[in-house]
């Protein structure tokens, strides 16, 4: 039985920038340069003005940016039992973020060793001292790759019940078979009610209020 997947209409979003984080995930050398190992292609390139651009609108709009970067061990267990390819070394060139995504003096760097920006992390706590709060809120995710990495980002805010938002012009993964699963992931029942597919260029945001 052959499924046909499409891509969801993305919906214009209005947010309060007080309550709104942008989260960059993983644009590291590997991946989004020409010359990584395992190189995207084309689709992270194209992305990478999209999230420029996003990031700097949420800055002039004076709301906060998180990066995260994903690093491993020679002796992760990911590799030694589990056999997966060895990638992502700690302090190699190819672990380092991209130029262009360089995070600025003020936009915390989340280090990882997992695909998931909370397991032993200090998501939770930066959060918490951003006072971006479970219930009301929003985080913005961008970055790569689509199946792995921002899904797992995705999912992980939408249990702790963040609203989240993922433009999808800010996204990008090799197999367009792979996105399309992710995005239909996020727009099924188990996530829907606060995981919003949207579009760089169709995010609003309400600058802080100015108290007299």
Known sequence: MLIELNYPDPVPVELEVAKTLLLIIDMENENAHPNG???????????????????????????????TQSVR??????????KNT???????????????????????LIVKRTHDCFYQTEMDALLTRFEIHPGEGHVIVTGI???NCVQSAVMALSVR???????????AQKDEKEILQTFSLFTSFGYKHNVTMTR??????RPRKILP
């Open 145 to 147: 790759s689509t199946r």
């Open 161 to 171: 019940n963040y609203h989240v938002y993922v433009p999808m012009d800010c996204t």
């Open 37 to 67: 190992a395992l190189y995207i292609g084309e689709p992270v390139r194209r992305i990478i003005p999209k999230i420029r651009e996003l990031r700097e609108k949420v800055r002039q709009a004076g709301g906060r940016v998180v990066h």
């Open 73 to 82: 061990s020679p002796d992760a267990l990911e590799f030694t039992v589990f």
């Open 86 to 108: 060895v990638r992502k070394l700690e302090g190699s060139w190819d672990a380092a973020l991209i130029e262009e995504l360089k995070p600025g003096v003020d936009e915390p």
């Open 200 to 205: 760089s260029d169709l995010i609003t945001l």
